[in-house]
RNA sequence: GCGAGAGUGGCGGAACGGCAGACGCGCCGGACUUAGGAUCCGGUGCCCGAAAGGGCGUGGGGGUUCAACUCCCCCCUCUCGCACCA
């Protein structure tokens, strides 16, 4: 008997296949197999793979594998997002260096990678805090710099004073620091961004088309950017004659403005307060707000604000209407200032409410009793008929928002507008373990960039990365005094470090040409490989890290550098990893490690388990999956009785009969269907099905050894240790499984000779028939009557009508 | 509130509009065993029935159809994302 003893076994292959060059990709150019370009979320070091990772990879495995066997030449790279915050918290906690834990870890990951048999081109492997990577980071600020993509303005910033540094819009999670879950506060700072806006629309459009990705991801990248359609339009200040810009998606409400408001941290309010009368109590709500974390300033829904004691002419009608400052307001969107319409905006309508503000109506909902401002409980957002707008009045809104917005072009008081959520990208973090921002400020010349030769501005080593308001480099006794590149003067070196996103936007890029060293890739083996086949990570990643690779890509197409505007045209994302319904974390002290699984049942046992749990993109209740961690895993003994079907089909010197080759048949069809659609699960489902069939066929007297030649190549993706000892050892070949083709199949084979006619008397089904596979209509009738089960439940009734669907089912009906 | 997705046995999950519950876990019974956390065989949606067979079943309610887990409408529940975005 044979027996399936993966602790011995795994490790064998994996220096086999390490020596044999197995998952190195050919840059031939005339390697004449199409090019697959399977990627797989880049790790971020922080101690051992956990179980996301090991769910990720499998699914980004067997797609790799199952390609090459399909005859690609796969491009499967490994690397680490190897900067962040992270490695400088646990320098500070544990006094190691940043690099040096950041280092341990990631060879730490590489090992249990290596004892899982991911099939990874380890020649390409890079990290982003090295030297030789992130000088082509900084390489491309400059790009962006010289394109004015990369620029420097004061602003208000989120900050997270645990971590004493500025964070992205999108590490702020509800008000609070996305790592430390500190409330953030708003401090006014002069920071880097890449402009980002400037290509929302084109992020927009390319998603029609150009990708495709799951439902949700797509929506979410929608949301994040945020588009709505409407109108600028300008109103005055009265008083002072300052003309405020406005956004707004109703325009057609313009006639129902009953007051004007202003975000408190709009350029004009000190100003405007102060000439209304009103700073005394305009400075204070300035004060408390800009004090206040983002956090509370969210969670206040009241409708406080104060009166600033001056007006804002309404353009289309010349109305007076008051001006507020209010943080319900935003600075961050549209204009910083709105105009106010109670009766159509629920916000404004709580506001005037509020505040003693009449509300005016000018939208009427169609057959239904006059509105009355007054009254009204509550703000109307809905259809209906403008009313008290002259010229406008009986326009059917929502229709008229156009018209209004092209009257306002035509009259030269506003123009249609588009108006996106999406904000500029900041870039800049007052940290240490990040790739330098290579800019030098010069007193005279101001920001010059880094001439491109004197990259990479290297990390000094010898830095207190304890945090304190500014970054750790500012406080170095030396690294920051350099001579300005342009004029030869004292200068100050930029002593911000980029953002981690920035090291990943661009990462799978640098596989294509890991070592070529005249720019961040070579154009030609880009052109090759890219863009990426298929793309497999979390959805964590649906909107940050996608949406900013999606930007430089498109930044890198308009600079000539690449041929493409989507990086990524293909996207899976699997589920989490989950325990007992809730996230694995220390403090539930519920976290389960894949690194033991390997150990004691096989990377193999691993694999299957994540791959056979379900689908791929639905989370793991590792509770549910697992049961006691001490008993056999299920698919650990279908290994094992693999193992022993295929030696005994080896062993077997008869032939096969033929319901098994056509089995085989139909297998390898369903299974080729199930591994183009990454149905993992319902393949496995498949093969153990196969599997069985084989031992009944064997203990019949059969033979099974082209079964045998066709299920461990089907194996091979999802079980890669299980299927080369198979196929190398039993199987006797000389070549590596992960070389053999896949499995091909004869339609005519892969037909059933005979099946099942389900017979139904009025739906429901009264007998089961088999049939030859070709039978006719007639013949399914026939075979149909002949029950003696189906003439029984049709009685005496008579038949009315019968459909056929041959050779599968059979539907008679009768009167009733 | 807005947007997306999902509700199927004890559990994970299968199912081109055509046999609901494939495959697996668990459980029950049996075999082999000093033992079982190993292996093998059989059973396992619920109800009636000794069996043959029958009835009921995919969150709830309607509808389309010879036929609905699947398509349409309404409702309920859950998960995720965004959330004062003008």
Redesign the pocket.
Known sequence: MRRYEPSEIEPAWVARWEAEGLSEASDDPDDPRPRFYALDMFPYPSGDLHMGHAEAFSGGDAVARYAAMRGHNVLHPIGWDAFGLPAENAAIKHGVAPREWTYLNIEQQARSFRRMGMSFDWTRRLHTCDPEYYRWTQWLFLKLFERGLAFRRESPVNWCPKDATVLA??Q???GACERCGTPVERRDLTQWFFRITEYAQRLLDDMDDLVDW???VV??Q???I?R?E?AEVTFTIDETGDEVP?????PDTLWGVSFF?F?VEHPLVPRLAELGGTWDLVRPLLERVRSTPLAQ????????GVALGVHAVNPVNGERVPCFVA???????????????PAH????F?FARQHGVPVRVVIQPEGEAPLDGDAMPEAYAGEGLMVNSAPFDGERTPQSIAKVAAWLRDQGRGAPAV???LRDWLISRQRYWGAPIPIVHCLDCGEVAVPEEQLPVELPEDVDFTPGGESPLARHPTWKSVACPNCGGPATRDTDTMDTFVDSSWYFFRYCSPGFDAGAFRPDDVHRWMPVSQYTGG??H??LHLLYSRFFTKVLFDMGLVGFTEPFPRLMNQ?QVIYGGAAMSKSKGNIVEPMPIVERWGADTMRLQML????FE????WK??A??P?????????L??VF?VVADAVASDVTEHEPLVRLTHRTVRAVTEDMDRF?F??A???L??LS?EM??AL?AGHGARGAAEALVPMLAPLAPFAAEELWRVDLGHAESVHRAPWPSFDPGLARQER??L?V?V???????VEVEADADEAACREAAVASE?VR??IGDRAIR?V?V?PP??V?V?TER
């Open positions: 819009n999108e702020v999670v509800q799951p439902e949700r929506t979410m929608r949301n994040w945020g709505s409407g406005i956004f707004t998606t109703r408001v975000a300033r969210e969670e206040a829904d009241t409708k406080e943080p319900y307001v935003l600075m961050e969107y549209g204009t910083g200032a709105i105009m106010a319409v905006d629920q916000r404004d709580d108006s996106y959520r959805v964590e649906a909107i589920g056979f749990a379900g689908p639905d989370d793991i209740d549910l999956i049961g006691d001490d008993k056999r895993p299920g698919v650990t003994s279908w094992g009785r022993g149905r699960h319902t496995i489902s498949k153990m099905v069985k031992r009944s203990d099946v099942v389900v139904q009025d739906g429901k089904v009264r007998d089961r089960n029984r439940s009508s459909v669907r599968r089912l539907n009906v």
